[in-house]
Structure formats: structure tokens, C-alpha cells
């Protein structure tokens, strides 16, 4: 059986009085897609904050295959192995695609204090730049600076500079939000065959891409976790539907 | 981080006229090109911070006077001082206020950035300002100009107006091509990320606060040579060198030299330092046309000198070469 690859214990952040993430604990194992849904303010984004270091714990612990990250900087989380994209595109507007996914794979070399030595001459870096924008399949769109891309190359480029860190375990925060279908269905198959070799934790909106793709699913709602199990389990749980799915006909279909 | 072909162009023939000039230009005017150059690697150091770095500080003049002082300081009445001693102390100098100043300073951004390397900065005006031991307000000469030998033969005299001329341009040059070299590197990729977006670089795993230090550290040292240079070529070094003023003369050549591209930067000083030259006979209120001017290039160059000539050296290339080498 697969192994767990990231933990948390307890997990909780507070803003003021409110409880954003409370006292979360979950497990991810070793190759597989587990989604995080649950409704607007259920302390999704917050909790991935918490995983990738944007964000300061208040209390738990998370644990990344032997290490304890729970302090972490996000520059150290990245460098441990986790990669992450955002729900709000999050790219550099003035560079191009391939300088873009340049950036995240040059962070992967043992240091990037060198003065003189040209960049371009990396071929490591070159190499892992290629990759990325293979995987995400912007190799076509390589020297359009990313500010004249569509909004749907963008969050493709969004998670190509993710890749290009060559991650073990990929943070995905809604990474189909406001595409189109047929922009989805390329994310869905790229996140597949992602899947092949990483570790994905996704928090998504679009239920089909969800239950399509999701090995696991876990809800949450107002900082805590509902349930957590296999899409079916979660399907068939008399909270979730009364919480989340009730009023909407996936859990009609359930029953 | 490419220079377009008619833009080199543009730039060897600068360089060019700049060789020929002492041939044939007034002394006068050979002095005020002096001051334009020095004043162009003062802005170009400045460039790497604001254009490059996405770092406004306020408060550069303070390594550019700090190291005209240290040069006036290790400079002694009796005669001059070899450049091997003085300039490596000019330079650890300045490098290290920058390490200090930067330290506290780069970790805050925007407003807050801005305010704290223009404290860091006044704080040394006044220090040297209320200090009689090193001329007050008045300021301190520099007697003598550092000899430059080997072995004791002399490799070039920088009291010959003549070879210090070449002195400044070839420490021109030089600086600009190390900008280049350094903005082509791993270590330039990373600063111009943080420019760009510094959130996301540090969400690619660069702990950005060490590559914003050492960049705050290489442009202090850099107008820290460029202070050196302004106490050779001046002879005196006084308080108004560090003041708040002259940190701002120089973020004006900058953006109105056209931020980002570093050789905007010595556009910038060029036409500060001529403009402000020629404002003078002009007229009784140099500054109120100073300002016409300021505002002129903001509004009618968004990209600043720099943008303009990139626009006028590629329309001349396209004219003559079919646009081939246009970006």
C-alpha cells in the first residue's frame, strides 16, 4: 500500500476569534489525487496556505514525509518538495512563458548566487524548463511574454512554473477556476498524468472534474473536517449531503 | 534580458563620440562630460535597485558621498595616496554600510523602504555635516589624486586631465558591461523575478530577502565607485555629496533616463547634469525649468530617454535594413 507523504496533526489557524482551520488532522498518501472541497469560507485556501508556508501555523503540526515543516517558509516548503499553484493566477506578467517556467526550474539548482556565469547556459535548468512547459503544454507559446497569453494559457503557466520545480507533491488551488470546457478538460487530463508520478492535493469547484479524477475526497466546513474517505463514502454520508451536497442533485443520485 | 541590435548600434556610437571628444571639445565641456559619466554609473548602480530589483531607495547618495569621504579621509596632506590602498577602501567601505543599511532596510518594501534608507541616509549627512574633524558642512578636500603604479612606474596619471578623462569612461564601460554580465546571471534572473512578482519567486523556493541584500550591497558598492570617482575628479567631498538631495538628483536621472535598462540610467545623468548646466546661464530659476522638463519627459516618454532612442535607433535600422533586426 501507498505511503502517507504529508500529515497533519491538529492543524489550526486563527484570524482574530475566527477559526479559519480548526484542529485539522489528514493524511495524504504517496500517489494520489486527494480533493478538498466544501463550500466558500471552509478554510480551503486557508489550510493550503498552512501546507505550502504563505501563511504562519498557530498551532499543530504538519509533517512532510520524515521532516517536520510546520515552521517552514514558503521558499523552504517549495525547496522541501511541495509545489503550488494558486487560485488567483499568480505569474511573473512581464516575463516570457519560457522565462517564467526558466525562473521555477533555476531554483532547483544548489544555488543561484552566481554573478558571472550566463543563465542560458544552465543546460540542467534548460532541461527542466523544456519539461515544464511540455507537461503543461505551452511549448507552442514559449516566448510569448505572459501577459499577451489567454486567461486559459495562463493557468496553464500557473502550474507549468510549478512543475518546473520538479515537485513531489503538488498544492493545487482551484486550477480549472474560470476555464473554459475544453480548457478544463486538458487541465483534467494534464492533472492524470501528473498523477502518474506526484502527489496531488486539489481543491476544486467543479464537481465533475472532482469525482472524475479524486481518489479521496475530503470536505470541509467552517475550518473543520466534515468527512474524509473515498469518493463513494463521501458520496453516501448522511453530513455531507445535509452540509455540502443536500440541496444539489449529486447527492440525489447518491440515495 | 537582451539589448536590441540598433541599440548597440546607438551605444558604440555614443562610446565612440565619447573617445573622440577630448580631442575636440572645450575643457569646460571635457569637465562637465567628466561629471556626466560619473554621474552615469552613480544612476546605473541605482538602475539595479529600482529598475531591476523593484528596490526605490532614497537614500543612495549615502555610499556615493560615503566613499568620497573615505577617499578624503585615507588621502593624507603630505601627498597622494596609491589607488590600490584607497580604492579597495572606498569600496569594502561603502559595501559594508550598504550590508548594514540593507540588513534593516530590505526587509520592509514600498513606503517603508523608502523611509528607512532615507533615515540611514540623513543620518550620515549629519554625522559628517556636525563633524569639524572632517571639514563640517564646508566639506574636506582631496589634495592629491591616488597614483595608479606598478612596481613604481606609473600606469597612468590621473592628474592629467587627458588619461583621468579615459580613467572615467573605461570605468564606464566597465560598469555597464558588469551590470550586463550580472543581470544575465542565475543571480539577475532571480532579482528580475522579484521585480516582477516577489511573492511568487519566493513561493519557487528563493529566499528573497538574500538576493535583495546582495543586490543593495553590489549597487552601494557600485556608487561608492562612482563616489570615488566624484572625489578624484572634484577634489573636495562635502555633506551635500550624502544629503537627501543628491539621492534624489540621482533617482530623477533614472526614471527619467528610463528605468530598467541600465544604459537609460546614463541618459538620464547625461541630460541632468548638461540640462542643469545650461538652465543656469540660462536663466535666474534653473530649477523651475528643471521641473518643466521632469515633467515634459513623464509625460510625453513613459519609457523615459531610454525609450525614445530605442524607438529612433530602430526606426533608423528598420529604415535602412528592412526592420530586420526590430524586436
Known sequence: ?255 | MNVSRSVIVFLLCGVAALVVYPWVGESFYIELVMRMMIFGIFAMSLDLLIGFTGLVSFGHAAFFGLAGYILAIVTPESGPVSIWVALPLCLAGTAFAALVIGWFSVRTSGIYFIMLTLAFAQMLFYFFNENSALGGSDGIFIFYKPTIKIAGFTLLDLDNHFSFYYFVLGSLIASYLFLRVLLNSPFGQVIRGIRANEARTRALGYATFRYKLVSFVIAGTLAGFAGFLEGVHGGIMSPAHLGWHESGLVMMMVILGGMGTIYGAVFGAFAMVYLQDWFQDLTEYPLLLMGGFVIAVVLFLPHGIAGLVHQISSLLSGARSGAKDNE
Open chain 1, 1 to 255: 500500500m501507498s505511503e502517507t507523504v504529508l500529515k497533519t496533526v491538529d492543524l489550526t489557524r486563527n484570524f482574530g476569534a475566527l477559526n479559519a482551520v480548526d484542529s485539522v488532522s489528514l493524511e495524504f498518501l504517496s500517489g494520489q489525487i486527494h480533493a478538498i472541497i466544501g463550500p466558500n469560507g471552509a478554510g480551503k485556501t486557508t489550510f493550503i496556505n498552512l501546507l505550502s508556508g504563505d501563511l504562519p501555523v498557530s498551532a499543530g503540526r504538519i509533517r512532510f514525509k520524515e521532516k517536520d515543516i510546520t515552521d517552514f517558509t514558503c521558499d523552504q516548503v517549495s525547496q522541501a518538495g511541495i509545489g503550488r499553484s494558486y487560485q488567483k493566477t499568480n505569474i511573473f506578467p512581464q516575463f516570457t512563458c519560457f522565462e517564467n517556467c526558466w525562473t521555477g526550474a533555476q531554483s532547483r539548482e544548489a544555488s543561484s548566487m552566481h554573478f558571472f556565469r550566463p543563465a542560458r547556459r544552465l543546460t540542467a535548468v534548460k532541461e527542466r524548463t523544456e519539461r515544464a512547459l511540455e507537461l503543461c503544454k505551452l511549448t507552442h507559446c514559449r516566448d510569448t511574454v505572459a501577459n499577451a497569453m489567454s486567461y486559459g494559457e495562463q493557468r496553464q503557466l500557473e502550474i507549468g512554473m510549478m512543475l518546473a520545480t520538479e515537485p513531489e507533491l503538488l498544492l493545487l488551488d482551484e486550477p480549472l477556476a474560470g476555464m473554459g470546457i475544453d480548457e478544463s478538460l486538458q487541465v483534467v487530463e494534464l492533472l492524470r498524468e501528473l498523477a502518474l508520478d506526484h502527489t496531488l492535493i486539489l481543491i476544486e469547484h467543479d464537481m465533475d472534474a472532482v469525482f472524475s479524477i479524486a481518489e479521496r475526497l475530503t470536505v470541509m466546513e467552517n475550518g473543520r473536517v466534515l468527512k474524509t474517505g473515498t469518493v463513494e463514502e463521501v458520496r453516501a454520508s448522511k453530513a455531507v449531503q445535509e452540509a455540502y451536497l443536500g440541496d444539489g442533485h449529486e447527492a440525489d443520485q447518491g440515495e
